[in-house]
């Protein structure tokens, strides 16, 4: 009995104990650390080692007093869908030319498709690393390419729509591929110079990567219900005849009305597909085409002091050259010492005729275009387009008997 008294008054003695230590006992909780001192501290030390930088400025036009487009409302437009933005990243060629096809679905279709934009993209970089490979590293590898790499990439791959396939991982709201190009550049340089030229083992490689940061490509694809492969899905709701479509140039340095290659470094697989064409008919081309009711895939330069992001405008200043001086000799010239370059792809969706000269409704995936409103478009001048762009991809029916004059 005893025993059983000691026992019962030790359990007591230590549940009181317990309960006391229990209510005395600290508590934690998670916070945000601070250290408001150390952080103006810092900011003072990098604001004195850190000197002054003169703010950098460009010479551009003083657009002020111009009659300018203003609204979107100014223009004959045609079906399009919405501008998106292409991110960081060089993939302006991709984002330009299947907004174009979109555009082409609806006029032959009358259908509203989204496509991805990222699955081309995707398929162009296996496609880049092969050539890469079987050339000996002799072969340029980068972020831009040109907007008929879309067709020959549908052609071998098919497509897929955007919800299938959007290139972005989960939360990620713009597109980035800096971290991406740069560790593909560096494993491929390294391939280079270690002569390691095995392909499949190089592509498969290269497909790692971009399943890393893009995600992987889908195999089949789901509408309404029933799945299709790439190739499936471009037969049955794309359905466009990839062979109407027809790429045209302007410059001396090749003979006119010859098939050339377009030689720029975006053109890596060295196409001579493009059909090469004096000015006035370039321009010629253009306007007609428009005016029928197609839209234009575009190329060409957007480095110069009349491209402004904020008057959402593209001219050619007086200062540069006047209009009437504007010819086939101007164009070359630009061309050949490389103040025009192969800048930006963009696409031509609507057009107004303003003071005798025409404006050309530009739809753009670049960040500037962001800028202001209307976002996601800019306006450029006619003669904005016969100095600097120097590409354009559009249907063979919109060009009339133009190929009938090419020598085969």
Same mark, same amino acid.
């Given at each position: 009995m005893k025993k059983y008294l000691i026992l019962a008054l030790s359990v007591f003695i230590f549940s009181s104990?317990?309960?006391?230590?229990? /209510? $005395? +006992?600290?508590? @934690?909780?998670?916070? #945000?650390?601070?250290?408001?001192?150390?952080?103006?501290?810092?900011?003072?030390?990098?604001?004195? $080692?850190?000197?002054?930088? /003169?703010?950098?400025?460009?010479?551009?036009?003083?657009?002020?007093?111009?009659?300018?487009?203003?609204?979107?409302d100014e223009f004959k437009t045609f079906w399009h869908n919405p501008p998106v933005s292409q991110g960081q990243t060089g993939t302006c060629w991709a984002f330009s030319t299947i907004s174009y096809f979109e555009s082409e679905i609806y006029r032959l279709h009358k259908k509203e498709i989204k496509l991805s934009v990222l699955y081309t993209v995707y398929w162009e970089y296996v496609e880049k690393t092969r050539r890469f490979i079987r050339e000996r590293g002799n072969s340029v590898f980068g972020e831009g390419s040109e907007g008929n790499a879309v067709p020959r990439i549908w052609k071998k791959y098919g497509a897929v729509p955007l919800e299938s396939y959007t290139g972005l991982l989960p939360g990620q709201m713009y597109h980035d591929h800096t971290k991406m190009i740069d560790e593909m550049t560096s494993y491929l340089q390294n391939a280079k110079k270690n002569n390691l030229w095995n392909e499949e083992e190089t592509v498969a490689t290269i497909k790692d990567i971009m399943n890393h940061y893009l995600g992987a490509p889908p195999a089949k694809v789901k509408v309404d219900g029933d799945e299709y492969t790439p190739?499936?899905?471009?037969?049955?709701?794309?359905?466009?005849?990839? &062979?109407?479509?027809? &790429?045209?140039?302007?410059?001396?340095? #090749?003979?006119?009305?010859?098939?050339? #290659?377009?030689?720029?470094?975006?053109?890596w697989w060295h196409s001579?597909?493009?059909? $090469?064409?004096p000015l006035d008919?370039?321009?010629?081309? %253009?306007?007609?085409?428009?005016?029928?009711?197609?839209?234009? @895939?575009?190329g060409g330069d957007v480095s110069e002091p009349g491209y402004d992001s +904020?008057?959402?405008? @593209? %001219? %050619?200043?007086?200062f540069d050259i006047p209009s009437d001086y504007i010819d086939d000799y101007a164009r070359q010239f630009r061309f050949s010492n490389q103040t025009t370059g192969d800048?930006?792809? %963009? +696409?031509?969706?609507?057009? #107004?005729?303003?003071?005798?000269? &025409?404006?050309?409704?530009?739809?753009?995936?670049?960040?500037?275009?962001?800028?202001?409103?209307?976002?996601?478009?800019?306006?450029? +001048?006619?003669d904005y387009v016969k100095l600097k762009m120097m590409d354009f991809m559009v249907n063979k029916d919109?060009?009339? $008997?133009?190929l009938e004059k090419f020598q085969k």
């Open positions: 104990i317990t309960k006391g230590q229990n /209510e $005395n +006992h600290t508590k @934690a909780v998670f916070v #945000e650390p601070k250290s408001e001192f150390y952080e103006d501290m810092s900011k003072e030390i990098e604001r004195y $080692n850190t000197p002054d930088k /003169e703010v950098s400025k460009s010479f551009k036009v003083d657009f002020s007093g111009m009659d300018l487009p203003k609204s979107l190739q499936e899905y471009f037969n049955k709701f794309v359905d466009l005849k990839l &062979d109407d479509y027809v &790429d045209v140039v302007s410059y001396m340095q #090749e003979p006119f009305y010859q098939q050339v #290659e377009y030689k720029v470094p975006d053109n001579k597909d493009y059909y $090469n064409v008919v370039f321009m010629s081309l %253009i306007k007609q085409s428009v005016r029928n009711g197609y839209t234009v @895939a575009l +904020h008057v959402k405008c @593209a %001219i %050619i200043p007086t800048d930006h792809g %963009i +696409h031509i969706v609507g057009f #107004e005729t303003k003071n005798g000269k &025409d404006w050309f409704l530009i739809k753009d995936s670049g960040a500037g275009s962001k800028n202001v409103e209307p976002k996601g478009y800019y306006f450029y +001048h006619e919109a060009v009339g $008997n133009l």
